[in-house]
């Protein structure tokens, strides 16, 4: 059976040893490299690039060239053309250069997922709580800009503030669509003293029938049944609201946070307070992030990529083709 150009200089490149990168490079591979992006995940990129622009890659057309002239020529064009194909791609596939435009591909990529994925989420909430979540975002932002405008901290600094503040602002919001999911399962808790007063004497009745003892087993065991899980409802109305209290406490303290980090980078110049300030909330909301996911979990809500902060308060972008 015959391979693609692509997978033939695949399999190739698989046969060949490429020099491994200085440790220079090493480090600047690892840092900016996605998560899963491969060898020959830049192999393919190679194959594929070109200009801006361009509706077709060069490469498409050399490959196409050297075939049509190693078909209707002589065999030679293709042996010449799939070395020429192997060094072009082993040399753009290793350039650091090339990987750093593939990565930045990749991560604005990404970034479109996340971003349909949040906004995903943020439709899940009430126009109020929708306003609410925007005004933290906005407040966020404007800390990020203060310290790079007032304290002039360099990229390093600045994005490892920026991932402290996105890690409040997803909890912000996980808080948010939980205290919502929380709202709707448990909306008779406005009446809650009626319901669980209509409980309590629901489960005193099937107390009563079962000490009579005039019920069969098999109904005996139903009744115990019903009981336990009424026991179970009445438990779960009186806990409701103490963790809508709890949601509305976090939610405020996060507000009031970043309001506090907010006037800290207006009349503060020590960068260096303010990142161990950053450092100590981030590491105080690992609490309330344990007992977000307890509730996620009894609710069902977020299954799926909760248990990180996703890019929220910037947006990488890609002018790269390939």
């Known amino acids: 059976m015959l391979c693609s150009p692509l997978e033939t200089v ?31 995940d830049y192999i393919k990129a ?19 060239a050297a075939g049509m002239l190693g078909v209707l020529l002589n065999p030679g064009f293709l042996l010449l053309g799939a070395g020429l194909e192997l060094g072009y791609l082993l040399t753009l596939g290793n ?17 479109v997922s996340v971003q349909a994925m949040l906004s995903g989420l943020v439709a899940k909430l009430s126009p109020d709580a929708r306003e609410r979540f925007g005004r933290l975002q906005s407040r966020c932002k404007s800390v990020l800009a203060l310290y790079q405008a007032q304290l002039s ?38 009446n809650a003293p009626r319901f669980q007063s209509l409980l309590e004497d629901e489960i005193a009745d099937l107390e009563q029938r079962l000490k009579r003892g005039t019920a069969s ?5 139903s009744l ?30 996060i507000e009031q946070q970043i309001e506090l980090l907010r006037e800290q980078a207006v009349v503060s110049r020590d960068s260096s307070a303010i ?26 809500l ?21």
Request: proline share 3%; hydrophobic share 35%.
């Open 10 to 40: 695949q399999k190739l490149c698989a046969r060949v040893c490429v020099k491994k990168p200085s440790s220079q490079f090493d480090f600047l591979f690892t840092a900016v490299m996605p998560k899963g992006l491969g060898f020959f």
């Open 46 to 64: 190679a194959f594929s690039a070109k200009p801006a622009g361009m509706p077709l890659s060069p490469n498409w057309i050399f490959v196409a």
């Open 95 to 111: 350039n650091e250069r090339f990987r750093r435009v593939v990565n930045s591909r990749e991560l604005a990529s990404e970034q």
């Open 153 to 190: 901290l360099d990229t390093e600094v600045v994005t490892r503030h920026s991932e402290s503040l996105n890690r409040f602002v997803w909890i912000f919001l996980q808080l948010l669509l939980t205290r919502e999911t929380m709202q709707t399962t448990f909306r008779e808790s406005r």
């Open 217 to 221: 087993d098999e109904l005996r065991r």
């Open 224 to 253: 115990e049944s019903k009981r336990d899980i009424l026991k179970q409802r009445l438990d779960i109305y009186a806990e409701a609201g103490n963790k809508l209290h709890y949601i509305d406490a976090e939610l405020e303290r």
């Open 275 to 300: 990142s161990v300030k950053i450092d100590t909330v981030s590491s105080s909301l690992g609490e309330t992030s344990e007992w977000i996911k307890e509730q996620q979990n009894l609710f069902g």
């Open 302 to 322: 977020m299954q799926e990529g909760s248990s990180s902060a996703p890019q929220i308060l910037g947006q990488r972008s890609s002018a790269y083709e390939g």
